[in-house]
Nanobody
Framework: QVHVVESGGGLVQAGGSLRLSCAAS????????MAWFRQAPGKEREFVAG????????DYADSVKGRFTISSDYAKNTVYLQMNSLKPEDTAVYYC?????????????????WGQGTQVTVSS
């Protein structure tokens, strides 16, 4: 089983930046993809960004493209989400997820292991 733990959330003003980290442990050799999702109050969980563990291909939701960057440190089994030019609508709980599927994409059902989430609040 894979365990993932997020960190790095907080309160930031609009236009500011935050970097989230997600550390994976356990049976990490089985990971094929990792992703960030977010869930705002009263809304469904949505895909933010993802990366394939082999090859490093990345994918972004249109709402964050050009502002957020997902990156990986394979030696540390850690994925990062650099968030720049933050907007109030980015306020949400951000979740990290890992998948054992080589075809995992934007669907939350494609991910097996989830962290507890970290709160990101962007003030206007």
């Amino acid at each position: 089983q894979v365990h993932v733990v997020e960190s790095g959330g907080g309160l930031v003003q609009a236009g500011g930046s935050l970097r989230l980290s997600c550390a994976a442990s356990g049976r990490t050799f089985g990971i094929y993809a990792m992703a960030w999702f977010r869930q705002a109050p009263g809304k469904e969980r949505e895909f933010v960004a993802g990366t394939r563990w082999i090859g490093g291909r990345t994918d972004y939701a249109d709402s964050v493209k050009g502002r957020f960057t997902i990156s990986s440190d394979y030696a540390k089994n850690t994925v990062y989400l650099q968030m720049n030019s933050l907007k109030p609508e980015d306020t949400a709980v951000y979740y990290c997820a890992a998948s054992r599927s080589g075809t995992a994409g934007r669907g939350s059902w494609e991910y097996d292991s989830w962290g507890q989430g970290t709160q990101v609040t962007v003030s206007s």
